[in-house]
């Protein structure tokens, strides 16, 4: 039975400025949002993304008094400003799927983000694309992780290492690969491109369907839903969104035992960083970190300089947040040197996160995927942020 239902303007709207695009790029967008275009812009060169180079020898993470628990209340454990030293955060495991082999129930006609109505009458060989990774973390999530064709560049998942690569020179997509898959339903969303291609699936009868690009911890659950409606898996998409908002709240409770009080917070920084050259950003409000950096019982100082989206990380940007931690993606982080080559950067060096070498990385593909993993992704941080030594 045919269902007609738009993925709810609430979620799927390109509305609310420039920070709501995240990392992609925007296309199709109003007048009154040239703001929002130049912000763009600036994350499709943040995200055009390069090679990664092997980071810089760094010494162990060291704490200056009580060793790290690896359980037990915040008072157990050190004032986690006076942990010196960088860490790396766990890799989390894969999505574990909510059932096995589910049936669809198709067709389903879909309004999607640019307004298309778009209708799904085949999801035996599905494309999940996006810069994150989230949307094919859901459909894995769902259960149809073995309909997935292909994958991109930021789809960390090992069930999805062996299949055929469709991005090129970072994130952008390449048609003839994908068409080459003979997909039968593309899920995707403007933070990839180019837009060109995207229309040229949908010209050769591909059905395309275009997601929100926002990502925060408050879209989760949408988005899982959404995706759900859209391959035909409603009740299992509220099943997820249960699973995970139960995670969500568990995660949160045991970081917060870990956590130390609001007045000896720590104050951490995103940085984005690709390379030796001008790709260098501090990601704030809506960019996705603030609301990362917060649900592991820390201040964004970006957020809290009144910084929204991504801004140039200049030396006079980084002494002016002057945070106690630098968080950061991992193949960025050896992109531009490991911490020895981060710590040349103008102005890096003499801020406390520099002057201690604190810098937390975590892998590209799972730090920003807000999915059904991200309960994993915050216990992961947590632990490298407030016990390193547990973080691996």
């Given at each position: 039975?045919?269902s007609?239902a738009?993925?709810?303007?609430?979620?799927?709207s390109t509305e609310?400025g420039?920070?709501r695009?995240?990392l992609?790029?925007?296309?199709?967008v109003?007048?009154?949002r040239a703001v929002?275009?130049?912000?763009?812009?600036?994350?499709?060169?943040?995200?055009?993304?390069?090679?990664?180079?092997a980071?810089?020898a760094?010494?162990t993470?060291?704490?200056?008094?009580?060793?790290?628990?690896?359980s037990g209340p915040?008072d157990?454990?050190?004032?986690?400003?006076a942990?010196t030293?960088p860490?790396?955060?766990?890799?989390?495991?894969?999505i574990?799927?909510?059932?096995?082999s589910?049936?669809p129930?198709?067709?389903v006609?879909?309004?999607?983000?640019?307004?298309?109505r778009?209708?799904?009458t085949?999801a035996s060989?599905?494309?999940?694309?996006?810069?994150?990774?989230t949307?094919?973390?859901?459909?894995?999530?769902l259960g149809?992780?073995d309909r997935?064709?292909?994958?991109?560049?930021s789809n960390?998942?090992?069930?999805m290492?062996a299949?055929?690569?469709?991005?090129?020179?970072g994130?952008e997509?390449n048609?003839?690969?994908?068409l080459?898959?003979r997909?039968?339903?593309?899920?995707?969303?403007t933070t990839l491109g180019p837009?060109?291609?995207?229309?040229?699936?949908?010209?050769?009868?591909v059905?395309v369907v275009?997601f929100?690009?926002k990502?925060?911890?408050?879209?989760?659950?949408?988005?899982?839903?959404?995706v759900?409606?859209?391959?035909g898996?409603?009740a299992?998409g509220?099943r997820?969104?249960e699973?995970?908002?139960?995670e969500?709240a568990?995660a949160k409770?045991?970081?917060?035992?870990?956590?130390?009080a609001a007045?000896?917070?720590?104050r951490?920084?995103?940085?984005?960083?690709?390379g030796?050259?001008?790709?260098?950003?501090?990601?704030?409000?809506g960019y996705?970190a603030?609301a990362?950096?917060?649900?592991?019982?820390?201040v964004d100082?970006?957020?809290?300089?009144?910084?929204t989206g991504?801004r140039?990380a200049?030396s006079?940007a980084l002494?002016?947040?002057?945070?106690?931690?630098?968080?950061?993606m991992?193949?960025?982080?050896a992109?531009t040197?490991g911490?020895?080559?981060?710590?040349?950067r103008?102005?890096?060096?003499?801020?406390?996160?520099?002057q201690?070498?604190r810098?937390?990385?975590?892998?590209?593909?799972?730090?920003?995927?807000?999915g059904?993993?991200?309960p994993?992704?915050?216990?992961?941080?947590a632990d490298?942020?407030y016990r390193?030594?547990?973080?691996?």
């Amino acid at each position: 039975m045919s269902s007609t239902a738009p993925l709810s303007t609430a979620h799927l709207s390109t509305e609310g400025g420039a920070a709501r695009a995240a990392l992609g790029r925007a296309r199709g967008v109003r007048p009154r949002r040239a703001v929002a275009l130049a912000a763009l812009a600036t994350a499709t060169v943040l995200l055009a993304g390069c090679a990664a180079s092997a980071p810089a020898a760094s010494p162990t993470t060291t704490v200056t008094g009580t060793p790290p628990a690896t359980s037990g209340p915040s008072d157990a454990l050190p004032d986690p400003r006076a942990i010196t030293g960088p860490s790396t955060a766990t890799s989390i495991p894969d999505i574990e799927p909510i059932a096995r082999s589910p049936k669809p129930s198709l067709p389903v006609t879909v309004t999607d983000a640019t307004g298309t109505r778009v209708t799904v009458t085949d999801a035996s060989r599905i494309l999940a694309l996006d810069i994150y990774g989230t949307l094919a973390e859901t459909v894995v999530g769902l259960g149809l992780g073995d309909r997935l064709v292909g994958r991109g560049s930021s789809n960390a998942l090992g069930s999805m290492a062996a299949l055929p690569l469709v991005t090129r020179n970072g994130h952008e997509l390449n048609g003839e690969a994908i068409l080459a898959l003979r997909p039968t339903l593309v899920l995707t969303d403007t933070t990839l491109g180019p837009r060109e291609v995207q229309d040229q699936l949908r010209v050769s009868g591909v059905p395309v369907v275009f997601f929100d690009p926002k990502r925060s911890i408050d879209t989760i659950g949408a988005q899982i839903e959404t995706v759900a409606h859209t391959v035909g898996l409603d009740a299992l998409g509220r099943r997820l969104v249960e699973r995970t908002d139960a995670e969500l709240a568990s995660a949160k409770a045991d970081i917060a035992a870990i956590a130390p009080a609001a007045d000896r917070a720590l104050r951490v920084a995103f940085l984005y960083v690709r390379g030796r050259a001008g790709v260098f950003f501090l990601f704030g409000k809506g960019y996705g970190a603030d609301a990362l950096i917060s649900a592991v019982g820390a201040v964004d100082v970006a957020t809290a300089a009144g910084i929204t989206g991504a801004r140039p990380a200049s030396s006079e940007a980084l002494l002016a947040t002057n945070p106690d931690v630098f968080l950061t993606m991992t193949d960025g982080l050896a992109s531009t040197g490991g911490v020895d080559g981060l710590l040349e950067r103008p102005g890096v060096a003499d801020t406390l996160a520099g002057q201690h070498r604190r810098v937390v990385d975590m892998a590209d593909g799972q730090v920003l995927s807000f999915g059904p993993s991200t309960p994993a992704v915050l216990r992961s941080l947590a632990d490298a942020l407030y016990r390193p030594g547990a973080a691996g």
